[in-house]
Each structure stands twice: as C-alpha cells, then as structure tokens.
C-alpha cells in the first residue's frame, strides 16, 4: 500500500532520514572562493598526491567518505550502503574509492544530479527501515571532466560566455534513522527534460528546464509556496541557466525570485577566477551543500532549503552524434525540525 | 509540466535573445594582434637565420618553421600556451605554433595511459583532423592545378 507518496513525483518521509554529518573536500581554485572558509578541506595539489587525475578523485570520494563517518562517530563497518557516482566512464572514481571502503555499494549515474540523486534513495532506504545509516557521495574534478568532456588541459582552445568551470571536490552526507541533525522531509524525483539544446557549452540553458520543471512539480505535489522556503538552491544551471530557470517559473506562476540561487553561480567569483558562467559538475552542489548550506542550517540562518541538483545526461559520442542535451533535475527538501 | 508552454522552437528562439555572445570584435582584435606577433617573429627569424647563417631562402623557411614548432611545444610544456590561447583563440591557434600545441597538449595529457595507446594513439587526437583534411585538400588543390595549367 502507496502512503508516502504525493501528487506525482514527490514522497514526504513518515520517518525523516537525519544529517548526522557532512564532509566536503576541494581543489586549490574552489578553496580560493567566496565559499572556502566552509570548506572541511582545501587541497593544495589537484592531483592530491596521486599519479594521475582520476585516482585523485577517486582519493577524493574516499577521504570525504571517511571524514563523514568519523564526524558521525561511527566506523566504515557500521555504514550499511553507500550509494554515489561521478561524471566518468563506468563511475570509476566513486567505483575504486569504494573497493577501498568495502561498504555495500550501489553506483549511481545522474550526471551532475548525483548529489540529490543519491541523497533521495539513501533517503528511501532509511525511511523504508531497510538501514539505519547510509551514505550518499559525489565528486567531480576538472582535469579529469575537462579530458573525457572536452580538450586537453594545455591545448589552447577559448572558453565561451556561456561555458561553465567543472568544481573539483568531493562531498559526502551520513544519513541515520537516529540522532541529530537538520531532515529530509521531502523529494521530488525529476523526469528527463529534453529542449532540443545541442550546445555543450551551454548547460545552464539545457538544464534549466529539467530544474524549473521539477521545482514546479514539486510545488504542485506539496501545495508548498517558494516563500515557505529560505532558499531554493539549484545544482550547477550557473549565472545564465539560473536566470532562465527563474523565468521559466515566472511563466508559470511561481515567484522564486527572492528565495533562489545556484550553487554553480555561489562557488567561485566569476570575475575574478575567470570561471565564465560559473561551477558545474557533481561536486558542485556537492561540496555547496556539505560545506555551506549545512553550516547555515546548522547555526538556523537557514530552516528550510530546497536543493535541487541538474544534470546534463549527455555524452562526447551523443554529442559529436548531433544529439541534443537530455537533462534532468532532483529536489530534496531539508528542514530543522527536531525529532524525537 | 513547463513543456506543455514552451516548444524547443520557441525555446531557441529564447535563447538567442537571453543568452550572451562571444565578444567578436574583441576576439578578432587579439586574435589579430597575437596571430600578427606569432608571424612577425618568425618572420625576423626567417631573416636572421639568411643574414647571419647564410641559409638560402627555402632552407631559412625549414628552419624557421622548425624554431617555431620547438617554440610552441615548450611553450605549452610549460603551460604557457594556453593561457594564450585563452585570450588570442584562432590567433595563436592557426600559425604553426598552434599545430605544436594541438600535438604536444595530448601527448601530455595521455602519457599516463602508456606510450602505445596513451601518447602513441592520443597524440593526434586534435592535429589528426587537419592533417587528413589538409593533405585531402593539397591533393584537390594540386589536381585542380594540374589541369589549369595544361
């Protein structure tokens, strides 16, 4: 019997999954933003003392797996599923990171959507009693994104207005049916949006559909108003997708104005770092959401966020192939409410 | 939900209104600037090596472009290159500098995949393009030429 579910893509928890603990870790540019003080980890060297980009972020997942776990007090063995994924070829970041956790694994593909992806299952399996403690990760890196996406790192090719800067960092959230903490109480499971976009270089644009349409189902589905929020906050649409995003709502009777923002558009000074549109990848709202965003709900700057990571489900051989830009968006609702 | 309002015609139509362009003019200026800097030098080589190493004309020519082909490769060994092709684009990209750049940037950045497949199949990953539609075109070319001549 369906009890927990709402309008058409929503669940509300009967038993909110508690944030028992964070960790984010980034790379030397992201820890030279506006954000880095909320940082866990500023590493000084993007191959973080590995031989090569990908064994780096893979090193990544697994110290912010760990560091999340010691934050929680508990050991690797108490975890019982750790559910993640990352932007590269058969997930072999988030892949070996967990061959060395030996925690029961479920790799996930949401493109840059991982964050909210992998926080809703994990969600799922807590409120479905099936766990008490679960851990959901991401992580991205601009070396190794930039080398499978695009062009070598020395080749001197321009970057577009439009064209966004992958984060480098990894984040990772230790969900438990007990204890203390900010909860999820909601999530709004996005459908794959598709508005025939075929420029790479502009996600923002290809994106903003899939996050504008899950948020505006998930207003429908809970009878919520943006106003009930103190941000809504998507993934990685940067300074152009976000403003597309916002218009699109508008068009269809949310004013999200006032409580909207995007991690993509948060993480750098765009300016000053040359970062163009803004950060992208999925340790973009990752490491947004694990350093910032949870230190605002913590100290109650903010009591109710809705994150909701996007994703580009496109690849170089769909896109060489003329296809367009498939994109999809998850919102998770996180409140400070206090459970007994 | 928002698809029933919006079709991808109209969305692109959107776009091309909202979304920011590349600054052409300021584009073609560097351009310009660093492609005609790239040109001059090699062109004061070129004239350096026939005065003070009495090369013939062509034999100056080889070894110039050769100078600017080692030039161009440490240059982007260096990571120099494209910090200056981040702002010159098609200036720093189409003189012969630019051709050691496309080679050398995926030879470095595929070395850790072995020498056979990393830098031995990666390396003309970007140059393989235009080698092959370059030596297509030098044969049309050269047909062409062929037959006007007679």
């Known amino acids: 019997m369906r009890t927990k579910k709402m309008g058409n893509q929503t669940i509300k928890f009967k038993n909110p999954p508690i944030i028992l603990s964070t960790a984010s870790i980034v ?23 590995e031989e090569s980009w990908e064994k780096a972020e893979s090193k990544l997942v697994e110290d912010a797996v760990r560091l999340a776990v010691t934050r929680g007090e508990l050991q690797l063995a108490d975890i019982e599923y750790m559910l993640g994924g990352d932007l590269l070829n058969q997930l072999i970041a988030t892949s070996f990171a967990a061959s060395k956790l030996q925690i029961p694994f479920f790799g996930l593909y949401g493109a840059c959507s991982t964050m909210t992806e992998s926080l809703s299952l994990a969600s799922i399996i807590i409120d479905g009693e099936f766990a008490n403690k679960v851990i959901a990760t991401t992580s991205s890196h601009f070396a190794t994104a930039e080398r499978q996406f695009r062009f070598p790192l020395e080749h001197g090719n321009q970057r577009a207005p439009t064209a966004q800067w992958t984060v480098t960092g990894a984040g990772a959230v230790l969900l438990s049916s007990t204890g203390e903490g900010p909860v999820i109480t909601h999530i709004t499971t996005g459908k794959v949006i598709d508005f025939g976009v075929v420029d790479a270089n502009n996600m923002g644009a290809a994106m903003a559909p899939a996050a504008a349409d899950t ?49 993509g558009n948060e993480i750098f000074d765009h300016e000053k770092q040359d970062t163009h549109a803004g950060g992208s990848g999925c340790g973009c709202s990752a490491v947004v959401f694990c350093g910032y965003l949870i230190d605002q709900l913590k100290n109650k700057k903010l009591n109710k966020i809705l994150l909701v990571s996007t994703g580009a489900l496109f690849s170089p051989t769909s896109s060489q192939q003329g296809g367009s830009i498939p994109s999809i968006a998850h919102a998770v609702t996180i409140e400070n409410v206090s459970i007994k | 939900m928002i698809k029933k309002v919006e079709s991808n015609k109209k969305y692109e139509e959107y776009l091309k209104k909202t979304q920011p362009k590349p600054n052409y003019f300021k584009n073609c200026l560097w351009a310009f600037i660093v492609g005609g800097l790239i040109c001059t030098f090699a062109q004061i080589v070129h004239d350096l090596f026939e005065k003070y190493l009495n090369m013939e004309h ?39 500098t630019g051709f050691a750049n496309a080679i050398v940037a995926p030879a470095m950045e595929f070395k850790r995949e072995g020498i056979i497949f990393g ?30 001549k007679r």
């Open chain 2, 58 to 96: 062509v034999e100056a020519t080889s070894a110039t472009v050769m100078t600017m082909i080692f030039i161009g490769a440490t240059l982007t060994g260096l990571g120099v290159y494209d910090k200056i092709g981040k702002r010159a684009g098609a200036g720093s990209i189409i003189p012969i």
């Open chain 1, 27 to 49: 790379g030397a540019k992201e820890g030279e933003g506006p954000l880095a003080k909320y940082f866990d980890k500023i590493i000084e060297d993007d191959l973080y003392g």
């Open chain 1, 215 to 263: 948020i505006a189902t998930h207003l429908k589905d809970t009878g919520f108003k943006p106003n009930d929020y103190d941000l809504i906050i998507t993934g990685d649409l940067g300074k152009y997708g976000k403003e597309i995003a916002i218009d699109l709502l508008r068009k269809e009777g949310h004013k999200v104005k006032n409580v909207f923002s995007d991690c």
């Open chain 2, 119 to 148: 830098v031995g199949a990666k390396m003309f990953i970007l140059a393989g393009p235009i080698l092959v539609h370059g030596i297509l075109a030098s044969v049309i070319v050269g047909f062409i030429h062929y037959f006007l």
